[in-house]
């Protein structure tokens, strides 16, 4: 058994589920795991298709050759962002720095 972990909005389109538990057969790589997804969500399978949303196994970004193993812990890990977007502090050292399409 693989658990999927989903975070964000693929947690939102899987119907807030936070974990996927999905059964492979040996010999399975990531890229057949996306096509699992892709049939069972397929608003998921697009976010990954366009490379919107990036596919870790065992807490390392995973190639699509990798392969995953039973027992794996896979996450779907779509873009974060944080801050308040704009800098609280004009950089000293004359570093041009845009954050929120604020130059500063």
Same mark, same amino acid.
């Given at each position: 058994?693989?658990? +999927? #972990?989903?975070? %964000?909005?693929? $947690?939102? !389109?899987?119907?807030?589920?936070?974990?996927?538990?999905?059964? !492979?057969?040996? %010999?399975? #790589?990531?890229?057949?795991?996306? *096509?699992? /997804?892709? *049939?069972?969500?397929?608003? /998921? =399978?697009?976010?990954?298709?366009?490379?919107? +949303?990036? +596919?870790?196994?065992?807490?390392? /970004?995973?190639?699509?050759?990798?392969?995953? #193993?039973? %027992?794996?812990?896979? *996450? !779907? !890990?779509?873009?974060?962002?944080?801050?308040? =977007? #704009?800098?609280? $502090? $004009?950089? *000293?050292?004359? +570093?041009?720095?845009?954050? %929120?399409?604020?130059?500063?």
């Amino acid at each position: 058994m693989v658990t +999927v #972990r989903l975070f %964000g909005v693929t $947690k939102m !389109l899987a119907g807030n589920q936070s974990t996927l538990s999905l059964a !492979l057969s040996s %010999g399975w #790589r990531v890229k057949d795991l996306v *096509a699992v /997804i892709e *049939a069972a969500y397929p608003k /998921i =399978g697009e976010l990954l298709q366009k490379k919107k +949303v990036l +596919v870790s196994v065992n807490q390392d /970004i995973a190639h699509e050759d990798l392969e995953v #193993r039973d %027992g794996d812990e896979v *996450a !779907l !890990l779509p873009p974060f962002a944080g801050g308040s =977007g #704009r800098m609280l $502090k $004009k950089p *000293a050292s004359g +570093v041009l720095a845009v954050l %929120g399409g604020s130059t500063y």
